[in-house]
């Protein structure tokens, strides 16, 4: 069975980091575009960042970019989100997720179909 498992989420003051892990298990996405969203209470859950198998290209929400890292290990079949300057809106339930297809673009996995989702991580950021 293919398991996505996060790590990483916790309590953390405004303006500091966090690093969430993502590691799956059961099947190799290493072909695959892997990538985070978030949900707020309340808020549904929206795209936050996307990293194509190679590493090489990858996409962010506005929101985050320029903030938040996203990078992986293919030979530990885990991505991770490095969260810099976070902010209390920031505050969300962290989801890993894989696409459907492995012809998904980073650009594209805010739309197209999720195969996979973790359970989910808590990320809290106070002000």
């Known amino acids: 069975q293919v398991q996505l498992v996060e790590s990483g989420g916790g309590l953390v003051q405004a303006g500091g980091s966090l690093r969430l892990s993502c590691a799956a298990s059961g099947r190799t996405f290493s072909r695959y575009t892997m990538g985070w969203f978030r949900q707020a209470p309340g808020k549904e859950r929206e795209f936050v960042a996307a990293?194509?198998?190679?590493?090489?290209?990858?996409y962010y929400a506005d929101s985050v970019k320029g903030r938040f890292t996203i990078s992986r290990d293919n030979a530990k079949n885990t991505v991770y989100l490095q969260m810099n300057s976070l902010k209390p809106e920031d505050t969300a339930l962290y989801y890993c997720?894989?696409?459907?297809?492995?012809?998904?673009?980073?650009?594209?996995?805010?739309?197209?179909?999720?195969?996979?989702w973790g359970q989910g991580t808590q990320v809290t950021v106070s002000s």
């Open positions: 990293v194509w198998w190679s590493g090489g290209i990858t």
């Open positions: 997720a894989v696409p459907e297809s492995s012809y998904t673009l980073p650009g594209s996995m805010g739309v197209n179909p999720v195969g996979y």
